[in-house]
């Protein structure tokens, strides 16, 4: 028996080789643990050493010590925690992660009468055990002190009140031997985290990341998932949203269009901060991202008409902005920033003419931003400055005036066309979700539930060029 004061120097534990089972999560581990050696956690975090592991995850060192400790089987340490089913694998296409696991525990009340507990009853992206396909179920963690700890403690109690053997268990070959889905389960999430991985091997940059949406929905995720690999019709129940029918429709950019943006690449600019600043100079000529998000703007501006709005985006104390409600009609003629005109906002700010759409102060902070740009930009070769623009003698723009309109992208740049079509795709996204905002605000549903589409638009190296990749939800 290990006693707290025996740990640093009695060498024999009470576990024994292969005791992890298959999908076992560390909670059911920990907790079997301190069970066998009548141990509180504290004291066994202490002896595995691994209190940092909930911000690190642990290395092979530390795998390597845990086994020879319990003479437990590394490949199965491995499985226990890096977790052989896992779409966080997925890279750029993986689900949101978990943000309120800290301090509960989700279990299957089916699993926890054969005393198991698997981390994939506790996996976002599933509402349902794999193995009985029922309802998980979340219950705070009891006592008092740190998390890990707690969630221990009551994994530990869960256990012990629904099954007599526990901390052993009957060697019938459970869970793997369970009907269930979990095999299913299990070689999907393989095959997604496959088609993710070779998807982001060519992958060099993705919309979105700089705009003002919120996070990436579950539903997103998921649909994009099953539509890089099918997902068999009995493990849908499991998931915790479906998330629709996607699809990505993808255009080719010739080998042209590669190499200056390889050349551009190597005086350190990349596709982000091209693609970036060539939206920024707001050009307006027919087909530039600037005239196509003022066509999406009249729409919408027909669309609203008289304003009825009954919501207004207010800037609280620290900077931050909420939603209001307002009667339109009680505030008169005095423009206000409804719902409309907020999404008339984000659409200037990102594709039309920012320094228009920003205060002040923000606006001159910009202006530098695009004026050190520039600089790089022209050496570059890919912008000239317009006619009337006030230049210093070594050639560059002076600050003292309007700097967006003084630069012109150039026209014959193989890059022109991969630019507009980005930046097309990116202004349908971004509409299309403005379009359901509304709608469901007509609808009675508050403005700030909003689950706009994230990085719908990628870029891709292929063989012979470079594709961008479409991602558009099918609607009914
Ligand atoms: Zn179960
Ligand atoms: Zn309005």
Redesign the pocket.
Known sequence: MLREVDVPTYPSVNWWPNNVRPYESELSFLARFCALNCIPPRTCFDFLKMESWSYFPPSEGDIARVSSLLREDRARLLQLFQHAVDLQECGSYAPPREREKGWSVRY?P??VRHGYHSYLHEVSWLSK?P??M?DLIRVSAIGSGKMAARRVLTLKRLMQEHCASWPDYARDGFPTREPGALQVLASWVRDACEAAQKMKRGERWRSGESTHLGHLSMAQAIGQLRALAPMPTEIEPLFTECGGTWVAHREHFSSVAKRELERLNARGLSFDSLFRFYKDTGETSDGSPAWYCKTVQQGIKERHGTCRCQWEHVKGPFSEFYWVKVVAEELGPLSFQCPFEVALTELELDWGRRGRALSARLAQRDMYRFLEKSRAMRDAGVLSYKAGASLSPDGYLYAMQDVWPCCEWDQDSPLLDLFRTAARWEIECAHSAITRWLDNIDQGIEPFRRDDPLYCVRLYDDDDGLSLVRWSKVHA
């Open positions: 299957c089916a699993c055990c193995i009985h029922t």
